[in-house]
């Protein structure tokens, strides 16, 4: 069975700072997609980032990068340069390109941004 | 830029009652999904639908739950007789087609049954 593990409840870091968030993941499948989504407090879930497994180079997103380890199935958040309004919560996700698409979440990371 | 949007924000219920939870999809999209999670908990995903029907479903779908497109922009879920463990954020999603689109939420609607 497919599980997506965030082993960091919550996380702390200091605006401008950078910060990484972990997540680690289990499959058997070869050709998936990984996902970060971030929550703002009473907001709806937007995707922040995504990588396709069979992609060796790590995706970015202006302050957003991850750092994909396939071997080791971990799939770990970077935010450069903190903003407050980085603060919510953040939800590793997979999925894999067949049928319905369903994606399977981590539990998550509240982040918090201190000025 | 189009939303998915859900009403109500919050819903209290008693135990045993009926509640329709409604989203409206972004309107060219063509793949429905509910995902709920409990407070403190990940989450889940509930069930998938396309073409009018359920394409997917979850164990945690079971008879007490049902879905529903009534008219072509509204989809809902169906909650037939509540229960306390039902409570939760319920989160609909949307998706155009194609494997490589992905997933657009809605804000959620929080359940509570007492």
């Known amino acids: 069975a497919q599980t997506v593990t965030q082993s960091q409840p919550e996380m702390s870091v200091q605006e401008a700072e950078t910060v990484t968030l972990s997540c680690t993941y289990d499959t058997s499948e070869s050709d998936y997609y990984l996902f970060w989504y971030k929550q703002p407090p009473s907001r709806q879930m937007i995707l922040v980032i995504r990588?396709?497994?069979?992609?060796?180079q790590n995706a970015t997103e202006n302050r957003f990068s991850v750092n994909f380890q396939k071997a080791a199935k971990s799939f770990s958040l970077k935010i450069s340069d903190s903003q407050l309004g980085d603060a919510a919560m953040y939800f590793c996700a997979y999925r894999i390109p067949l049928g319905t698409d369903k994606l399977i979440f981590g539990t998550g990371t509240r982040l918090q941004v201190f000025p | 830029e189009p939303e998915v949007t859900q009403t109500p924000s919050h819903q209290v219920t008693q135990m045993g009652q009926e509640v329709i939870l409604r989203c409206v999809p972004i309107?060219?999209?063509?793949?429905f999904y509910w995902y709920r999670q409990i407070l403190g908990q990940k989450v889940e995903f509930l069930v998938s639908f396309y073409n009018n029907e359920i394409s997917e479903k979850s164990e945690i779908f079971d008879d007490q739950f049902s879905v529903e497109r009534p008219d072509g922009s509204n989809f809902t879920l169906k909650i037939r007789s509540t229960k306390l463990e039902d409570s939760a954020m319920y989160f609909c999603a949307s998706k155009r087609g194609g494997s490589y689109n992905e997933q657009f939420f809605g804000p959620g609607t929080r359940l509570t049954v007492l």
């Open positions: 309107s060219n999209h063509l793949y």
């Open positions: 990588q396709e497994a069979y992609k060796q």
